[in-house]
C-alpha cells in the first residue's frame, strides 16, 4: 500500500500558504477522514462549491455519499468503497448530482494519507465533471478510451531487440513475463473505467514486487501487460521473481473482490526465442499452459523442463512451509577448535531437513528454493532461535566462553528488523551479543543492497562479530575487507584441501592468513580432514579450525555431551572424507 506522508514545510513557504493554494486549485477538492466511521468531509476548496453547488458549510462533516443518486453505477460505488477500506489509491467515474438537482458525470480520483506509521488517516479527493467527454463518446465523436496493442506491441518489440542485441554481445539473458488479467466472467469488468483502474492497480503492484534494476513494463491492452527482465537472474531466480509478481497482483485483485484471475507465462531470450517475434510467441504459448493447469491463476515456464523446476519449486515450497509450521527441521554442530591445542571453543550451527518422502534434503537443494521464495528470512530466523536455545545449554554444562557461528542470508540482513529482532532474541536466551558470530557468504554480500554496509554496522555496535564465509571463492573480496565492518574470515574448503599439495591453493591461504593479521581478523579454517592440512595451517599461523579430522557435525544430544565433557579434539587423521553438508 502506498500512502502519502505529511510533508514537512519546505524553507521559505509562509503559514497559510498551503491553504492558499488549495483555495486556487482549479479542481474540486475534497479531503475525508476515514478514522471517523462516518468518513466526513473535513475540507472542500472553492472550486468543489462551484462544480456542486453545496456551500462549504453543508458540505463539511457529511459523507460523500450526499452527491450521488439511484443512478450512480453500482460497479463504480463498490469499487470505490473497496478501495477506502483497503487504504487503496483510485479512479472511478460515478453519477453524481448538483444541490439543485442537476446530475453530472463525475470522475474521481482517491489518493490515501497515511501518518508516520503507515496508517491511512485521509483521503484526498479530485472531483471533475466529464459529462461532455461522456457525450461526445456517446454520440461517437470520440471513441472509448482504450489502448492500441499494436502501439504497446511495437515499444516491447523495441526492448526486446535490444535485449537480444546485448544477449549476443555480452552473454547475459532477458526473461520476458506475459501477464493476463481474465474477468472471471463477470460482464460488468468490461466497463472501461474499471479496467483503466484495475490495470493502475495491477501495475503498481508488479513494481513493488519487482524492484529490481532492469525490468520494464508494458501495456499491451486493459487484460494483457508484458515485464521485460534484462538482465534476467537465473531461470530459478526467475521463476521466483515470477511466483512473486503473481502473488502480489493476486492479493491486489482479491480485495476487488471481483473474480479476477491472473495467469503469468515466461519465456527467457535468448533460449526460448532469437527475435521479438519468436519470444512473445513463447511467452504466449506459456501463457496457455498456465491457463489451462490452473483456470483461476497460475504461472508457467515455455520450455518444458524449466516449467517442470517450477512445478517441482511449488511442491518444494509447499513442503519448506509446511515444515517451518510443524518445527520439522534439525540443527548440527560442527565444533570449531583451537588448532594448536585442540581445545574446544565454539559450534557452528547447520541446518538439517529429513523429509518424510524425500529423505535428507541437502541444504545447497533446498537453500536456493527458500530464497526464491521468500521463506530464506523464516528460516534464519528458526535457526538463530534454536541455536541461541542450545547455546544456554552448552553453558548449563560448563561451555559458557563457547562461541555460536551461524549462517545468514543476506535478504535476512536486508529488512529492517533483523538487528532489532537479533537483539531482542538474544536477551531472550541470556545471550552476551559477543558470543555471536554471524556468517555472510561472499557472492550473497556481493549482490547485496545498497543499505547492506549500515545494517552489518547496526549490528557490530550491538557487539554482534561478522565474517565472511567461504572466503577466497568470490570476485571482490578485497573491497568487502576495506568497505564493510568485517571481524573474521573463514577459508573455504577446496582452499584447505588444495594448500599442502598445490602452490597455487598454498599461496592463497598465506595470503588470507596474511590479510588477517595485518587486518586484525580472526581466521577460521573449514574443512580440516587430514593431519597435512592440519600441519599446513599451524606453520601459517591460523588459530581456529573446524573439519572431521576434529569432529564431524553433531547432533544437539551428542554436541552437548562433548561440552560436558571438556575434552580437546584431534588426534590420527581419519579417512578422507566428503563433508557433509553445506552451511545453510
Known amino acids: 500500500m502506498n500512502?502519502?506522508?505529511?510533508?514537512?514545510?519546505p524553507g521559505g513557504v509562509e503559514d497559510g500558504l498551503y491553504e492558499l493554494a488549495l483555495e486556487a486549485c482549479p479542481q474540486a477538492l475534497?479531503?475525508?477522514?476515514?478514522?471517523?466511521?462516518?468518513?466526513?468531509?473535513?475540507y472542500v476548496n472553492q472550486a468543489f462549491e462551484l462544480l456542486t453547488g453545496y456551500p462549504r458549510a453543508e458540505a463539511l462533516g457529511r459523507n460523500c455519499d450526499f452527491l450521488q443518486g439511484p443512478a450512480t453505477n453500482a460497479v463504480a460505488a463498490r469499487r470505490l468503497r473497496q478501495a477506502i477500506e483497503g487504504g487503496e489509491r483510485a479512479m472511478v467515474t460515478l453519477q453524481s448530482y448538483r444541490k439543485d438537482g442537476s446530475a453530472f458525470a463525475g470522475e474521481l480520483l482517491l489518493e490515501?494519507?497515511?501518518?508516520?506509521?503507515g496508517t491511512v488517516t485521509h483521503f484526498v479527493?479530485?472531483?471533475?465533471?466529464?459529462s461532455e467527454r461522456d457525450r461526445r463518446r456517446g454520440d461517437g465523436a470520440a471513441a472509448p478510451r482504450r489502448r492500441d496493442p499494436r502501439r504497446g506491441r511495437?515499444?516491447?518489440?523495441?526492448?526486446?531487440?535490444?535485449?537480444?542485441?546485448?544477449?549476443?554481445?555480452?552473454?547475459?539473458?532477458?526473461?520476458?513475463?506475459?501477464?493476463?488479467?481474465?474477468?472471471?466472467?463477470?460482464?460488468?469488468?468490461?466497463?472501461?473505467?474499471?479496467?483503466?483502474?484495475?490495470?493502475?492497480?495491477?501495475?503498481?503492484?508488479?513494481?513493488?514486487?519487482?524492484?529490481?534494476?532492469?525490468?520494464?513494463?508494458?501495456?499491451?491492452?486493459?487484460?494483457?501487460?508484458a515485464l521485460l527482465l534484462d538482465p534476467a537472474p537465473t531461470p530459478l531466480q526467475v521463476a521466483g521473481i515470477a511466483r512473486r509478481v503473481h502473488a502480489a497482483i493476486g492479493s491486489r485483485l482479491a480485495r476487488r473482490r471481483d473474480g479476477t484471475s491472473c495467469h503469468l507465462g515466461i519465456a527467457l531470450a535468448p533460449a526460448d526465442g532469437d527475435s521479438a517475434?519468436?519470444?512473445?510467441?513463447?511467452?504466449?504459448?506459456?501463457?496457455?499452459?498456465?491457463?489451462?493447469?490452473?483456470?483461476?491463476?497460475?504461472?508457467?515456464?515455455?520450455a518444458d523442463a524449466l516449467d517442470a523446476q517450477l512445478v517441482h519449486l511449488r511442491g518444494m515450497e509447499h513442503d519448506l512451509a509446511a515444515a517451518l509450521a510443524g518445527d520439522a527441521f534439525d540443527l548440527a554442530y560442527q565444533p570449531?577448535?583451537?588448532?594448536?591445542?585442540?581445545?574446544?571453543?565454539?559450534?557452528?550451527?547447520?541446518?538439517?531437513?529429513?523429509?518424510?518422502?524425500?529423505?535428507?534434503v541437502a541444504p545447497d537443494d533446498f537453500i536456493p528454493v527458500a530464497e526464491a521464495t521468500g521463506l530464506a528470512a523464516a528460516l534464519d530466523d528458526w535457526v538463530l532461535d534454536h541455536a541461541l536455545t542450545q547455546l544456554a545449554r552448552f553453558d548449563a554444562v560448563g561451555g559458557g566462553a563457547l562461541r555460536l557461528h551461524?549462517?545468514?542470508?543476506?535478504?535476512?540482513?536486508?529488512?529492517?528488523?533483523?538487528?532489532?529482532?537479533?537483539?531482542?532474541?538474544?536477551?531472550?536466551?541470556?545471550?552476551?551479543?559477543?558470543?555471536?558470530?554471524?556468517?555472510?557468504?561472499?557472492?550473497?554480500?556481493?549482490?547485496?543492497?545498497?543499505?547492506?554496509?549500515?545494517?552489518?554496522?547496526?549490528?557490530?555496535?550491538?557487539?554482534?562479530?561478522?565474517?565472511?564465509?567461504?572466503?577466497?571463492?568470490?570476485?571482490?573480496n578485497l573491497y568487502h575487507l576495506t568497505q564493510l565492518p568485517i571481524d573474521a574470515l573463514k577459508i573455504d574448503l577446496s582452499t584447505t584441501h588444495g594448500a599442502p599439495r598445490s602452490a597455487a591453493a598454498a599461496s592463497v591461504a598465506r595470503m588470507i592468513c596474511e590479510l588477517g593479521r595485518t587486518l586484525g581478523l580472526d581466521v577460521v579454517v573449514e574443512g580440516i580432514e587430514t593431519a597435512a592440512q592440519l600441519a599446513h595451517f599451524r606453520r601459517l599461523g591460523c588459530p581456529k579450525g573446524q573439519g572431521f579430522l576434529f569432529s564431524p557435525p553433531l547432533d544437539a544430544a551428542a554436541a552437548l555431551a562433548l561440552v560436558a565433557t571438556g575434552r580437546p579434539l584431534g588426534g590420527p587423521a581419519p579417512a578422507r572424507r566428503r563433508r557433509a553438508g553445506a552451511a545453510a
Open 30 to 42: 475534497t479531503l475525508v477522514d476515514v478514522r471517523d466511521p462516518l468518513q466526513p468531509l473535513v
Open 336 to 360: 570449531v577448535v583451537e588448532l594448536d591445542s585442540g581445545r574446544l571453543v565454539g559450534f557452528e550451527a547447520l541446518l538439517r531437513w529429513n523429509h518424510a518422502q524425500r529423505g535428507a
Open 112 to 117: 490515501p494519507i497515511g501518518d508516520h506509521r
Open 154 to 225: 511495437a515499444m516491447l518489440d523495441d526492448r526486446i531487440e535490444q535485449s537480444l542485441v546485448r544477449a549476443r554481445t555480452v552473454g547475459t539473458q532477458g526473461a520476458l513475463f506475459l501477464i493476463e488479467l481474465g474477468s472471471g466472467g463477470d460482464p460488468a469488468l468490461a466497463d472501461d473505467e474499471l479496467a483503466h483502474s484495475r490495470f493502475y492497480e495491477v501495475a503498481g503492484a508488479i513494481g513493488e514486487a519487482v524492484p529490481e534494476a532492469g525490468t520494464s513494463l508494458t501495456c499491451l491492452d486493459d487484460d494483457r501487460l
Open 3 to 9: 500512502t502519502l506522508a505529511p510533508p514537512a514545510l
Open 277 to 302: 517475434q519468436q519470444l512473445r510467441l513463447a511467452a504466449r504459448r506459456a501463457l496457455d499452459r498456465a491457463r489451462l493447469r490452473a483456470p483461476s491463476g497460475d504461472v508457467a515456464f515455455f
Open 406 to 476: 551461524v549462517n545468514i542470508g543476506t535478504g535476512r540482513l536486508e529488512t529492517p528488523d533483523f538487528a532489532a529482532v537479533l537483539r531482542h532474541r538474544l536477551a531472550q536466551h541470556g545471550i552476551a551479543a559477543g558470543r555471536v558470530e554471524l556468517e555472510f557468504t561472499e557472492r550473497r554480500l556481493g549482490a547485496g543492497a545498497p543499505a547492506t554496509p549500515g545494517r552489518l554496522r547496526a549490528l557490530r555496535e550491538q557487539g554482534v562479530t561478522l565474517a565472511i564465509d567461504d572466503f577466497g571463492t568470490g570476485s571482490s
Open 125 to 130: 479527493g479530485l472531483l471533475a465533471d466529464v
